[in-house]
């Protein structure tokens, strides 16, 4: 069964600059997250789409980041413009469904912004 | 404080045990999980435990689970040196994840 797979794996951007992550879940699994890890702490929950409806962007700064999740499928997130701040590795995850209890992790995307 | 907290660095001698613990607050919470890791990898579920247990064996790995004093502990018996990572402790209400900061765990000869 293949995994998460998310790409770029890096990328280095300069601040005011826009970039885009993307994300392809494994097959079938209809809850889909991005999560941003700062250097030292733990995921935090950006974005969580079921299908392609958004249940929780609550923590997602929706004046610079913005995701979508079209077909159900693959999602992209997308950042314009960037601050140094948004410095991070983002994670992609995805589970069978709203409450199931296995989250399948992608490598993530190492971002730095100068 | 934070929602899920943990200690952040814990420094173990190959062979012998290490426990990880961690403190959370959503009492809300169905499952408790323990994920893996590694430089460059995204996160590796290590094991989970049901919210209406209190422990868990899962070869080298017990996990305990105080929901009274919501504490989870991760027990590695005989640590070896592939289990050098970051390990991080996650809570599930409901399909909502919250995680701690990562302990990184550093195995020594």
């Known amino acids: 069964e293949a995994g998460v797979a998310q790409s770029p794996r890096y990328k280095i951007i300069e601040k005011r600059q826009s970039v885009a992550f993307w994300c392809n879940p494994i097959s079938g699994h209809a809850t889909l997250y991005w999560y941003q890890q700062i250097l030292g702490q733990g995921p935090k929950l950006l974005i969580q789409?079921?299908?392609?409806?958004?249940?929780?962007d609550s923590q997602l700064p929706k004046d610079r980041f913005s995701a979508e999740r079209l077909k159900g499928v693959d999602s992209t997130l997308k950042i314009q413009p960037a601050k140094l701040e948004d410095s991070a590795v983002y994670l992609c995850?995805?589970?069978?469904?709203?409450?199931?209890?296995?989250?399948?992790f992608g490598p993530g995307t190492r971002l730095t912004v100068l | 404080g934070e929602d899920v907290e943990q200690s952040l660095f814990l420094s173990v001698r190959e062979g012998d045990s290490s426990v990880i613990n961690c403190t959370y607050t959503d009492s809300s919470s169905t499952y408790l999980y323990w994920y893996k890791q590694e430089p460059g990898a995204g996160l590796q579920l290590l094991t989970y435990i049901f919210s209406n247990m209190d422990m868990k064996q899962d070869q080298r790995l017990t996990v305990l689970l105080n929901k009274k004093d919501k504490h989870l502990s991760l027990r590695i018996a005989d640590t070896q040196t592939g289990d050098s990572a970051i390990y991080f402790c996650s809570t599930d209400s409901w399909g909502k994840f919250q995680f701690g900061a990562g302990t990184q765990v550093v195995v020594t000869p």
């Open positions: 995850a995805s589970t069978w469904g709203a409450s199931a209890n296995e989250q399948f």
């Open positions: 789409f079921q299908n392609n409806g958004v249940v929780d």
